[in-house]
């Protein structure tokens, strides 16, 4: 009986043995390993990639901002508005005769302000009018509240409080630019005086003496 081994050995050496003729050796087969192999480290390229391409480490924050506004609030002798100043008037006076009239003026508001005023006054249709025998003259007591002849004379010796000097009722100049700070209180000594030189035309006569003010925030 013929063993199998010596055909299969001459099968095996034919298929490896180079045809003849051939020119050049024969190229290798790619086994199926090596394709895996190749796949595998493609892949571990396309892996490196990703990895790369991370955002990068990042924080945030934000401010916040609160507004708001002051308040301007002019008040004299206390009130709002027109106030009333029973001090600051004059009845049955002779020639001579002279009041004083003390007037808080206060910054009632959040923000400083400058203020100023002027001064109009009524005219009776009879001559010599009334307004224009008066004198009429204004200073500045600053936080000091007594307003008589010793007080008024004192700050009128000084210039920077005598705010209005010496003039008739009908020719009272306009007063601006007092600075005040919140919270703040000047004192205004008037002084009005009928001189003695007043002319006998003036009996019996009268006057209203308005004096406005404006408060503007500085």
């Not at 020119?23 to 490196?48: D, E, H, I």
């Not at 001579?96 to 100023?116: E, K």
């Not at 209180?185 to 404006?214: I, R, Y």
Request: hydrophobic share 40%.
């Amino acid at each position: 009986m013929t063993a199998p081994s010596a055909s299969h050995d001459a099968t095996a050496a034919t298929s490896t043995t180079q045809p003849h003729g051939s020119s050049g050796p024969r190229r290798p087969r790619q086994s199926r390993s090596g394709k895996v192999r190749a796949v595998l480290a493609l892949g571990a390229v396309v892996g490196l990639g990703t990895v790369a391409t991370l955002a990068a480490w990042s924080d945030t924050g934000a401010v916040t901002g609160n507004f708001s506004t002051g308040t301007i609030d002019l008040k004299l002798n206390g009130q709002d508005g027109t106030a009333a100043l029973t001090s600051l008037s004059m009845a049955n006076a002779t020639p001579g005769t002279t009041i004083y009239a003390n007037l808080p003026v206060l910054n009632n508001g959040t923000v400083a302000f400058t203020y100023g005023f002027t001064t109009a006054s009524t005219n009776g249709s009879d001559s010599p009018a009334l307004n224009a025998n008066l004198t009429w003259s204004i200073v500045s007591l600053g936080t000091a509240t007594t307003c008589n002849a010793t007080t008024f004379a004192a700050a009128a010796a000084v210039p920077a409080t005598n705010i209005s000097p010496t003039a008739t009722l009908s020719a009272a100049p306009a007063i601006t630019g007092r600075a005040l700070a919140a919270g703040a209180t000047e004192n205004l000594c008037f002084q009005v005086t009928l001189p003695s030189s007043a002319p006998t035309g003036v009996q019996g006569k009268s006057t209203v003496a308005t004096v406005s003010f404006t408060a503007t925030s500085s």
